[in-house]
């Protein structure tokens, strides 16, 4: 029997994810098929109830169900709960177990793609939804010096900032967009991360920072959009790197919980970006 794993969210239309995984399937003869979901919230109790089914081996969960999808499973691993969301579930005979594969996904990007440990690192944070809290949970485990996130809600980023401070032994504090205080965190800082939709397509000549916001040259710019490529933000600086690699990382992770086996990590990648 084919085993079936897939993505669960709404909209669903721009996903990669389904041409990178079939292809790591047949890549590596296994007998599985990567599908889409889009469900309402309505009907998500239904679906991950289904989903339970024996041909299931297990699914993703994207945008906006991360954090609601806690309350339909059995089990959550300690960093997801951390965290406060899962993207990833395993189906153990019945039994659903979730898990946050964003955080570890973005460190691997990080190290492999612009060849930077996370430790001891300046990072400023665009964004403090559920990927931006995936990340900054991460780099405080990983032993980041200080963490800095905006977000055009300030409550939010400051409930956040608040969180991952009071959880880990890290600097964590929240500024406003485009303030003095954000061009201050950024002279000081090693790394900029875009944890917000913001310059995704059909929107590439948008950018989640103004032109008045000055990026030194060193610093390296990294943008969880991968669609496109190459972003308006990330033009901004010669060591930039794309949100792709991300995606990638985070789906091999979810990949190997799944069929026990380490995913095809390039091949992945290069069907991923083909597809771009």
Not at 82 to 95: F, S
Not at 220 to 241: A, E
Request: no cysteine.
């Amino acid at each position: 029997m084919t085993k079936i794993v897939g993505l669960i969210g709404h909209p669903l239309g721009h996903s990669l994810s389904p041409l990178m995984h079939n292809a790591a399937f047949k890549e590596l003869g296994l007998d599985f098929e990567y599908k889409l979901f889009d469900v309402s919230l309505n009907e998500l109790a239904q679906k991950v109830k289904e989903l339970r089914g024996k041909k299931f081996a297990g699914f993703n969960i994207t945008i906006p169900y991360k954090e609601k999808v806690m309350e339909l499973i059995d089990e959550v691993v300690e960093n997801a709960k951390v965290i406060g969301a899962v993207n990833t579930i395993v189906n153990d005979n019945g039994k659903l177990i979730g898990y946050n594969t964003d955080g570890p996904g973005f460190v691997e990007s990080l190290r492999d793609d612009a060849g930077v440990n996370p430790q001891g690192l300046n990072a400023v944070v665009l964004g403090a939804g559920g990927a931006s809290r995936a990340i900054l949970v991460t780099l405080a485990e990983e032993k980041a010096n200080s963490i800095i996130v905006t977000d055009i809600d300030q409550e939010k980023a400051s409930q956040l900032a608040q969180y991952v401070g009071s959880y880990f032994n890290v600097q964590v504090k929240s500024v406003k967009p485009d303030s003095r205080e954000l061009q201050a965190a950024l002279d000081n800082a090693n790394l900029l991360i875009n944890a917000t939709p913001i310059g995704m397509h059909p929107h590439e000549n948008t950018s989640p920072l103004s032109d008045k916001i000055q990026l030194a040259p060193e610093l390296i710019v990294y943008d969880l959009v991968y669609n496109p490529y190459s972003t308006k933000l990330m033009k901004r600086s010669k060591n930039s790197v794309s949100g792709l690699g991300m995606l990638v990382r985070q789906g091999a992770l979810a990949f190997t919980l799944w069929t026990g086996r380490e995913a095809p990590v390039k091949l992945m990648h290069e069907t991923a970006f083909a597809a771009l």
